[in-house]
């Protein structure tokens, strides 16, 4: 047995955890009208992934949840879990021995499912269902009212049905797999297609641009080769040039340093020599010294004088105040007076200072006299007396010191005057030695002016061959340039060699920028990417094209087996068809029969206002369906149109075990199918249950007690007042005595 169990919760009248063990080839399900009996098998359907709520007697999902009673609360979701032994691998791609199904719906109409604990999707569900011929729906699980669904069925339909019972599911599957795959490989190689007719354009033009990178780059070798060779001996000239200007400006360089220093000196003994000049200015400011001396001698010769005579007149008066002097006296005073002033003035421009003192003397002594003659004395005039004697004293001293600094500067005079002879001697000698250097070092400044100008030609040749190594390198790319250098020998060669080099090198890097070719590199990678996805492409074509062909040989080899295998499917089903037929009617024949039928298309047209619905072929490949041919015994019937309701019952019982009979699914659960049935046919359908169960496990929800004593195990469901489903075991003696 595969079907181990079915744990329902929540869904639609079981509130409550219900459990079946499913551990006898037959499990009856029974229970009155009402108590939720037939929910067990919409609980297998939906366990299996049945979408529609049509068939499981619902508009939505919220449908199917227990809405709730005056007890017990509404739940929140309902969850079927189904659990299969799987030791005998009825599920090959799953490595447990037990496979569990589990499907839960909540209020919002979300959905969720898992295996064995793990969420999976809905498709992982069917196509693990496929491969043990099991489906959400279909011959395995026969509901009440829907036993002649297959007759009912159109031919087409009828036929997905038998192809569903003969285990071609999981190859249609594949099949239609298959095909989708195929579509999206050509429309992945259209794709392809589309993008290498996109680039194939650019791919001609990076070719284009390919070549004129070879030939740029043939002429990038040739400029770097001859741009090396010249920039070598370019180089090693300047070099050795820069050297030899060294070598000989160097000793000049030390010269004028040396003659620099001698002029200095040359020019500091010029300096010492030549203060012809500032001893010219000093003995002309000791002259004017000596001038201003005798000045200001005169100066205080004269005030002596007039001290003298105001002394002498005071002196006078002071003594005789009231004496009287004679005119003649008075004039002989006068003219005695001014001959002793003049004899004072002319020792003291002599510079006779004892002439002076002795005229001085003399005319202090006359003053006094006369004074003392014509003047009385009194305590005013000897106050006034007594002052003008202490500024002649201070005027005496002052002439004293004058003479001596005329003394001073008249003996300055002399030895400057010879000093001044002296060094005009010295200063013409020095003049020469300075005038010497000078020349020398003119000399050296030129053969300096002439080395500092081929430096400067070296050096604006050593501009221009950075200039030109800047210009190529730029062009060939400054590494390129380099690493052929390495590989280049220098060579000397003449000037007219190098101007040919030159030349050379000017016309190769014109047709290098005439090339036109910018970015070598750029343009070699975007080549190169772009070969490379072109390449791609074309491989992924050739995948594509592969694939293509093993997919359609695969769509080949599964049409075929398809058709092979319901070929010999149907064959076997006609065979067990007959036989169940005539088991149950004591008699006649069925079979079924391929039909042809045409692809037709629905054309709606509005003709005033009024819509007409017409067919139309629309030419292509004919489909085919399943006919059904009865022909019960002692009547002539012709077709199932024509068959009574409990023969048409009857009918597709015979028809649904031939199909489970051919390929039997783990399991059939027959939901009050034997309802229509008399004593006597449902003794025959008990024995086809008994001979069915040999190859699948049985769950039937019966009321017929000749169906029930055939079971092992029967579960009763009841309901109470609270609307809740609940389950009975009930053990098999205890169902036997029942039955009878």
């Known amino acids: 047995m595969y079907l181990k169990s079915i744990e329902i919760t929540g869904f639609k009248s079981f509130a409550k955890k219900s459990f079946f063990d499913f551990n006898s080839p037959i499990s009856a399900i029974v229970g009155p009208n009402g108590s939720g009996k037939s929910n067990v098998a919409e609980a297998f359907r939906f366990v299996l992934g049945e979408q529609s709520m049509k068939s499981m007697r619902g508009k939505r999902g919220e449908d199917l949840i227990f809405n709730g009673s005056q007890d017990t609360p509404k739940a929140s979701r309902a969850t079927v879990k189904l659990t299969f032994d799987n030791t005998r691998r009825i599920f090959p791609s799953v490595d447990f021995s037990e496979v569990v199904l589990e499907r839960t719906v909540y209020r919002d109409g979300t959905n969720e499912y898992s295996l064995n604990g793990g969420k999976v999707r809905l498709k992982d569900i069917f196509e693990l269902l496929s491969s043990a011929h099991i489906g959400a729906s279909g011959h395995h699980i026969i509901s009440q009212g829907e036993a002649d669904r297959i007759l009912s069925s159109n031919p087409k339909e009828r036929k997905d049905m038998i192809e569903d019972a003969l285990g071609l599911k999981a190859y249609q599957y594949k099949k239609e797999e298959s095909e989708r795959k195929l579509e999206k490989t050509h429309e992945n190689m259209r794709e392809v297609e589309g993008l290498r007719r996109e680039i194939t354009p650019h791919l001609k033009f990076l070719k284009k641009q390919m070549e004129k990178v070879a030939r740029t780059e043939e002429l990038r070798s040739l400029l770097s080769v001859a741009s090396a060779e010249f920039f070598g001996v370019e180089t090693n000239f300047l070099a050795q040039g820069k050297k030899k200007i060294s070598d000989e400006i160097e000793p000049i360089k030390n010269e004028l340093v040396y003659v620099a220093k001698s002029i200095a000196e040359a020019r500091n003994k010029l300096e010492a020599s030549s203060k012809v000049h500032e001893l010219s200015k000093d003995l002309q400011e000791t002259e004017q010294e000596r001038e201003r001396i005798r000045v200001e001698v005169n100066n205080v010769l004269r005030e002596l004088g007039r001290l003298e005579g105001e002394t002498a007149a005071l002196k006078r008066v002071s003594e005789k105040v009231h004496t009287a002097i004679s005119y003649d006296t008075a004039e002989a005073f006068i003219s005695k007076l001014s001959f002793l002033v003049e004899e ?369 195990v029967i579960y009763g469901v009841t309901m109470g007042g609270s609307g809740i489903s609940k389950v009975l075991s009930i053990a098999f003696a205890e169902a036997e005595a029942v039955a009878k």
């Open 344 to 712: 004072l003035r002319a020792s003291a421009q002599k510079g006779d200072v004892a002439q002076v003192e002795m005229h001085a003397e003399a005319l202090e002594k006359e003053i006094r006299s006369f004074k003392n003659t014509t003047q009385g004395e009194s305590g005013e005039d000897k106050n006034e007396l007594l002052k003008l004697l202490n500024e002649k004293e201070t005027l005496s001293a002052r002439l004293v010191d004058l003479k001596k600094q005329e003394e001073e500067t008249i003996k300055k005079y002399s030895a400057l005057a010879k000093a001044v002879e002296d060094e005009r001697e010295g200063s013409r000698s020095a003049e020469k030695a300075v005038y010497e250097l000078l020349s020398k070092e003119k000399d050296l400044r030129g053969q300096e002016v002439v080395l500092n100008q081929r430096e400067r030609e070296l050096s604006m040749r050593t501009d221009e061959l950075k200039r030109n190594m800047a210009e190529v390198g730029a062009l060939v790319g400054r590494a390129f340039l380099d690493e052929v250098a390495k590989k280049v020998t220098h060579e000397n060669f003449t000037q007219e060699e190098f101007e040919i080099k030159r030349k050379e090198i000017e016309r190769l890097k014109v047709r290098f920028e005439e090339a036109g070719i910018g970015g070598t590199a750029d343009i070699e990678k975007e080549f190169n990417e772009v070969s490379e996805r072109d390449a791609f492409l074309e491989k992924e074509l050739v995948d594509l094209q592969a694939s293509s062909e093993s997919l359609e040989n695969l769509i080949s080899e599964l049409s075929e087996k398809l058709e092979n295998d319901f070929e010999i499917g149907l064959t076997k089903i006609n065979t067990a068809f007959e036989e169940f037929f005539s088991i149950l009617f004591g008699g006649g024949k069925a079979s079924l029969q391929i039909k042809s039928i045409k692809k037709r298309q629905v054309k709606i047209e509005e003709i005033e206002g009024v819509e007409e619905v017409s067919e139309q072929d629309d030419g292509e490949d004919d489909e085919q369906g399943i006919d059904i041919n009865v022909s019960l015994p002692r009547k002539k019937t012709s077709g199932l149109m024509m068959l009574s309701g409990g023969e048409r019952a009857l009918t597709s019982i015979a028809l649904i075990f031939a199909m489970s009979q051919v390929n039997p699914p783990p399991f059939i659960i027959l939901d009050e199918t034997d309802a229509a049935l008399d004593e006597a046919n449902s003794r025959r359908y008990g024995e086809m249950v008994e001979n069915l169960a040999a190859k699948s496990q049985l769950i039937v929800i019966t009321h017929n007690r000749e169906t029930m004593s055939h079971a092992g």
